[in-house]
């Protein structure tokens, strides 16, 4: 189900991402570009279609995948986010000798 509260990033920004310091948030930001890598790779095995491989179709292709990695990353579906954060919660458990 589309959630109209998502916070769409521009295709460039970068600098947000080295300002995050929840491990939520940096835990949901891990799933999204693990996706969208998933995504990229899959849309290796297409061809253009009409539209041929060209640079703009390429750079179309690849924003839209980021649209769509971040909708999924919040979806929560995937759990690789609740996985990463257990690992975390793990080692900090272990790693203070609580």
């Not at 948030?25 to 539209?51: H, S």
């Amino acid at each position: 189900m589309f959630d109209p509260d998502i916070k769409i990033k521009p295709y460039w920004d970068t600098k947000q991402l080295s300002q995050m310091k929840d491990p939520e948030e940096i835990a949901q930001e891990f799933e999204a570009i693990f996706i969208r890598m998933i995504l990229k790779e899959f849309r290796k095995t297409l061809d253009g279609g009409i539209f041929g491989n060209s640079f703009a179709y390429s750079m179309n292709m690849d924003m839209f995948d980021m649209q769509i990695a971040e909708v999924i990353a919040s979806s929560g579906q995937i759990g690789l986010k609740q996985y990463i954060l257990n690992a975390i919660e793990t080692y900090q458990k272990y790693s203070t000798g609580e």
